[in-house]
Structures are given as C-alpha cells and as structure tokens.
C-alpha cells in the first residue's frame, strides 16, 4: 500500500495519512480484505479501524466501537488522529459537526423570528427533537452569558 502525508489539519501536530494505491468505497472509506489463514475465512473491514486497532494494542474490536476521524477526513489513516468510540457518542459527535453550520442558520432564524420547534424542523430539515434541542441548547446558552 502507498500513503501520502497531507498537512496537519487545523488543531493536529501530525498530517493525515492517506492511502492512494487502493480505492475507497462510496462513501469514502477505505475498507480492505483479510484472508484468515487459519480458518479459510475472507474478512472485510475498514482500514483505518485496522490500524488503530493494532495502535491500541487491542487483539480484536470491541462490540459496540466505532471509529471517529477527529481530523474529519474519512480517509485518514493516522493512529493520532483516530478515536475509538461508543456508537452513541460517535453519531452524536458526527451529527454535531454535520449540523453545525444549519445549526448557525437556524439560531439566527430564531433569534430573529422567535419560532417554535416544529417551524425549526420544517425550515431546516431536521427532526421535531433535534430543533427542540436546539432551542434549549440555545436558551440555556442565553442564561449563561
Ligand atoms: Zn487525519
């Protein structure tokens, strides 16, 4: 395999490492293939959870794990810029940054127009909880400054 070092991304010391020998899937993750020897078996698994597996020291991947790209470049290879984390945490990490910027929008929207939950979920395409939560994230911010 052939890997490129692209420049640190804003807050890392390190570069990405990317693979560009091999091709990745359409949703841009890398996943590769093992042959278990032992048992005769194929495996199929993504790259980088390889990698940070074998970083970790860790035998086999917990149930229950997921990858993070703290760096947000899914194809990312570096260990340093890997987190292994609870399914939960992760899709709450993701959703965060991918509705951060509707998120800004929809603030102001808010601010401007005062609207309600459902107007919210309407306007930007989120769900009648995640606007509401919102709201709350953004009055409980209010208070406190
Ligand atoms: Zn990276």
Redesign the pocket.
């Known amino acids: 395999m052939r890997f490129v070092s692209v420049v640190p ?1 804003k807050g ?1 010391d390190t570069p ?2 990317v693979c560009v020998s091999h091709t990745y899937n359409e949703d841009g993750y890398l996943y590769k293939s093992w042959k278990v020897e032992a048992e005769g078996r194929k495996i199929k698994e993504p790259f980088y959870r390889f990698i940070l597996q074998a970083h970790l020291g860790w035998s086999e991947w917990p149930k229950g794990l997921e990858v993070n ?1 703290k ?1 947000q ?1 899914r194809a ?1 290879c ?1 260990p340093a ?1 890997l987190q292994a984390l609870e399914r939960s945490d992760h899709k709450r990490v993701t959703n965060t940054l991918r509705y951060e910027p509707r998120n800004e929008a929809a603030r102001l929207h808010w601010m401007i127009h005062g609207c309600t939950g459902t107007e919210l979920a309407k306007l930007f395409g989120v769900s009648f909880s995640a606007a509401c939560r919102w709201i709350r994230e953004w009055k409980a911010e209010d208070q406190m400054e």
Request: with cysteine.
């Open positions: 991304p890392f990405c490492y790209h760096c470049n990312c570096n810029h």
